[in-house]
Every structure is written in C-alpha cells, then in structure tokens.
C-alpha cells in the first residue's frame, strides 16, 4: 500500500556529511513514528533515529550530537542529516514507517549505502 523511496547515500571521507530523505508513495495524513535503522556487516540492525507525528525525536548514542532527524509535512518527507561521520557509520541505511500499532514497523524503505573512508 505504501512504498517509501530512499536516496542521499554515498561515499564520503570521514568528518563529512550526507543528508538522505526518505518520502512515501503516497501522502500519510496520520502516523506513529519514521526514521532509519542501519545495518553493518556482521553487526545487528540497529536503530539510528526517529521522528513522531508530535516532532519529538530520538537517537543511538552512537550519532548523539552528529545526526538530525527532521520531516517537512508539506513534502511528506524525513530527513536524516549526518554530519561528522566516521568509518563506524558505514552501513546500509533503511527507512522505516510506524503508522499502524505503535512500536511495530509497517513499512521499509529499500535502503541506501552509506560509506565513510578513514
């Protein structure tokens, strides 16, 4: 029913930054919560950041001060910009959409490659 399309991945040398939007096929007049988890090789998913409808937002201690989650409601669209990133934050960055029980992921976006040389 929803789709949600990935972009802003990349290469880039460490202490750079990227920003990568997420944007549903089509507009979401209500919501829990979207954001990104990410994924390294041989490590768990993990969550990286969200946003809920009310705007509050939350994030891994590991991107704490380096990373904003933001979402612009006239363009239905999520933004995840990283700044200051590091080797560690190599992995493939998949968006997500809680719009159904809150807690539960009813959507993922098909994930982006992130890279960060040292």
């Known amino acids: 029913q929803v789709q949600l399309v990935e972009s802003g991945g990349g290469l880039v040398q460490a202490g750079g930054s990227l920003r990568l939007s997420c944007a549903p096929s089509?507009?979401?007049?209500?919501?829990?919560?979207m954001g990104w988890y990410r994924q390294a090789p041989g490590k768990q998913r993990e969550l990286v950041a969200s946003?809920?409808?009310?705007?509050?937002?939350d994030y891994a201690d590991s991107v704490k001060g380096r990373f904003t989650i933001s979402r612009d409601n006239a363009k239905n669209t999520v933004y995840l910009q990283m700044n200051s990133l590091e080797p560690e934050d190599t992995a493939v960055y998949y968006c997500?959409?809680?719009?159904?029980?809150?807690?539960?992921?009813?959507?993922w976006g098909q994930g982006t490659q992130v890279t960060v040389s040292s």
């Open positions: 946003i809920t409808s009310g705007g509050s937002t």
């Open positions: 089509r507009s979401i007049f209500s919501f829990n919560a």
């Open positions: 997500y959409l809680d719009v159904v029980v809150p807690g539960t992921i009813d959507y």
